[in-house]
């Protein structure tokens, strides 16, 4: 995708609509059966769960975890849409993220299985979504 044309959103409400609307996207392509069968969409759901890594795993203290207001709508989007996606690839138990610090202080690892989803929407619970 090619974003160099975008400009600055003005403030960080902006940011965070233009990052959930582009997320909604990503998620609608994820779910669609029809675009899973073109070779470059294919796959997307992976951006969801790093999505949820970037929202949900690094404490409010850190850097990284500064941006949980940006990300956190943005992850919402992708367990109210593309939850099953999401789920299977979980399940499947093949997809591997580097753990946030949140989620690496539970046990977790590198694997995206269910116990990282339940921690995921034990998160999203936690922030109101």
Request: proline fraction near 5%.
């Amino acid at each position: 995708m090619y974003l160099a044309n975008l400009s600055s959103p003005a403030t960080p409400d902006a940011a965070k609509a233009k990052w959930r609307n582009l997320n909604t996207f990503l998620a609608l392509l994820a779910k669609s059966r029809e675009a899973q069968k073109i070779p470059a969409l294919a796959g997307c759901g992976r951006l969801g769960i790093k999505a949820l890594v970037m929202a949900l795993e690094q404490p409010p203290d850190t850097r990284l975890g500064q941006n949980t207001e940006l990300h956190a709508p943005a992850a919402a989007q992708w367990i109210h849409i593309a939850n099953d996606e999401i789920e299977k690839l979980c399940n499947d138990g093949t997809e591997k993220f580097t753990a946030g610090d949140l989620w690496a202080g539970r046990g977790g690892g590198e694997v995206c299985d269910s116990a990282r989803l339940q921690f995921w929407r034990s998160r999203m619970r936690e922030l109101g979504y």
